[in-house]
């Protein structure tokens, strides 16, 4: 039976990343300015200054259509080979559908990304939020626990094929029959296949992380809420007789030199947001947790303030003087949080800002934390 992670310290370092801002309009949804482009040379610089200022990966966001904000989008997984090509450490991270993918060609695209890479390539499984993606390129829109019930699927089928010569899946989604990928991507012991990372926050999500994910990504959150979330997926994990996938929580950085200028560019952000645009995006999302079995979906007690930023990233509370926000990063670590994934209003400013200014503070209070401290009780 593995180890129970609440019961000791995890010695790691934190890890950090970062939203890689492939689609139009920014991370938040208002009119402020936002001194970010979508564009791959933009991009490009953005992501060598991220990986020498303390970022260990960048995740692309996968949108097919213009909506809520979003005019225009590049492919998730073109785009993260592109990133991969130009950086040296960066992991990137393409998120994907299933549904809109088939986990054999996903598993070829992958194992090439990853020897071009040198090993860097990751993959975030997207079970679906937005059904006029799917609608509108003919596929069929399952509702929200069978959309987790294929992603699962899904991530089993990639999985063996990364590491099994001869792969067979007989699932209700997906038929492999004696598959054989070759080459396959660059496996170690500490690696066996690239990283799979997975997000939502309902039920069926955390249920399903435990059972199949190497990561487990969450929608902002305060501490309550994360400490409720570890819970639940490390009993899913217990369950299934498998380690528990790591912890990565997004949050919408905000770092000034003063308290006052973080609180002022918050309430601006809010102030201008683009009121159509949020309400559209709402209608959109919370039917997913209206839908779910429990009505405990992703965003289902988001607040119009909370969706301005669309990951609702503002909860997470990292907003303030840089030392306030190293203080709480570290106190989410105590939680069990293992990795941050971050996005930020101008981009190339505040990426080298966190770099200088917040991640060597991070660093210093993790220094101060016993090797043996156990971490607080989920209970």
């Keep these: ?40 040379d933009y991009n490009r610089e953005l992501a060598v200054l991220a990986e ?11 949108r097919y259509m213009a909506g809520y904000g979003a005019e225009y989008q590049h492919e998730s997984t073109s785009f993260s080979l592109a990133l991969l090509l130009a950086t040296q450490r960066l992991k990137v991270i393409a998120a994907v559908h299933p549904g809109l993918w088939h986990p054999g060609v996903l598993a070829k695209l992958g194992a090439t990304a990853d020897q ?62 004696d598959f054989s990928l070759k080459p396959k991507p660059l496996n170690s012991t500490e690696r066996p296949h690239p990283e799979i990372f997975q997000g939502g926050n309902s039920t069926a999500a955390r249920a399903m992380a435990g059972r199949v994910s190497d990561w487990y990504f969450s929608n ?35 770092a000034r030199d003063t308290e006052a200028e973080a609180r002022d560019t918050l309430r601006e952000i809010v102030a201008k947001a683009n009121t159509d645009a949020v309400h559209g995006f709402r209608d959109a999302v919370q039917q997913a947790g209206q839908s779910t079995a429990d009505g405990k979906g992703m965003w289902q007690d988001s607040s119009f303030e909370d969706l301005v930023q669309y990951n609702d990233g503002f909860r997470t509370g990292l907003i303030g003087t840089p030392e306030q926000i190293a203080e709480r990063i570290v106190a989410y670590k105590r939680l069990g ?43």
């Excluded at 000791?8 to 001194?35: H, K, M």
């Excluded at 929200?144 to 590491?163: Q, V």
């Excluded at 409720?228 to 490390?234: H, N």
């Excluded at 770099?355 to 156990?374: C, H, N, S, Y």
């Design 337 to 379: 949080v293992d990795l941050f994934l971050l996005g930020f209003l101008h981009y190339l400013e505040e990426v080298e800002y966190f770099g200088k200014r917040v991640f060597p503070l991070v660093r210093e209070l993790e220094a101060q934390l016993p090797d043996t401290e156990p971490a607080p009780a989920l209970t």
């Design 52 to 62: 020498n200022n303390g970022f260990d990966y960048a995740l692309s966001q996968v």
């Design 1 to 40: 039976m593995p180890a129970d992670p609440a019961t000791e310290f995890r010695n790691d370092p934190l890890r950090f990343a970062y939203w890689v801002p492939n689609v139009s309009g920014g991370l938040v949804t208002s009119t402020i300015d936002q001194r970010t482009d979508w564009g791959y």
């Design 220 to 254: 902002g959150k305060d501490f309550d809420g994360v400490t409720e979330q570890l819970r639940d997926v490390r009993a899913s994990a217990a369950t299934a007789g498998r380690p528990a996938p790591r912890f990565g929580l997004n949050a919408f950085l905000i």
């Design 116 to 177: 071009l890479s040198g090993g860097r390539f990751a993959v975030n499984v997207v079970s679906g939020w937005f059904k006029g993606e799917f609608t509108a390129l003919g596929e069929p829109w399952l509702e929200h626990d069978e959309r987790y019930r294929r992603a699962e699927e899904f991530i089993h089928a990639l999985r063996t094929i990364w590491t099994e010569d001869h792969a067979e899946v007989a699932g209700d989604f997906y038929r492999i029959r």
